[in-house]
């Protein structure tokens, strides 16, 4: 009888080894691929698991597929819908995440893409350049615009970064989630 209870607890001491085992394995293997997605995404907050398509992560310098540089200066905020989305309404002064890139109007060559920061960016349309406050307000989520923007609505005669003063932009905006 004594030996039946040894095997017993050997048996189960065992089990206990191996499942525990398998259990930390399964924990480290998926830890390990929320931390390598934080590598290349550290600008994504932890309730946002979207990442950007491609097209979004051109390198700064290339010319933007599929616009036409406008010779003229742009008089006014335009806003066109590329693709429609299907959820939520964006309102004023909300929380977006988005993917976006960024490209000097006259001549089509892109200054910054959300690729380059790691993947979508989450920011408040109350913290960005009047084009955004203005344009983004009535994309649904999933929703992309083009939105071609004054330099009265962008960084008017100031110089930055690769952007030179007095310049019109463009961006293509894919809105990924919002918090209103």
Do not use: F, W
């Given at each position: 009888m004594a030996l039946g209870k040894r095997f017993f607890a050997g048996f189960g001491a065992a089990l206990f080894l191996v499942t525990s085992s398998a259990l930390t394995i399964a924990v480290v293997l998926s830890l390990t691929g929320s931390s390598s997605n934080n590598t290349t995404n550290p600008n994504a907050s932890s309730s946002?698991?979207?990442?950007?398509p491609s097209g979004y992560d051109v390198a700064d310098g290339t010319k933007l597929q599929g616009y036409t540089p406008q010779a003229a200066a742009?008089?006014?905020?335009?806003?066109?819908?590329?693709?429609?989305?299907?959820?939520?309404?964006?309102?004023?002064?909300?929380t977006v995440s988005?993917?976006?890139?960024?490209?000097?109007a006259k001549t089509g060559v892109v200054f910054d893409t959300s690729g380059a920061h790691g993947g979508p960016a989450t920011f408040s349309l109350n913290g960005v350049i009047t084009g955004w406050q203005l344009g983004i307000p009535g994309m649904?989520?999933?929703?992309?615009?083009?939105?071609?923007?004054?330099?009265?609505?962008?960084?008017?005669?100031?110089?930055?970064?690769?952007?030179?003063?007095n310049s019109d932009l463009v961006f293509y905006v894919l809105v990924l989630s919002t918090k209103n």
């Open positions: 946002n698991s979207h990442t950007c742009i008089p006014h905020l335009e806003v066109a819908d590329m693709q429609a989305g299907n959820g939520a309404v964006i309102k004023s002064g909300a988005a993917c976006y890139v960024g490209a000097l649904k989520v999933g929703g992309t615009r083009e939105l071609l923007i004054p330099a009265a609505m962008a960084y008017k005669n100031q110089q930055v970064g690769s952007i030179p003063p």
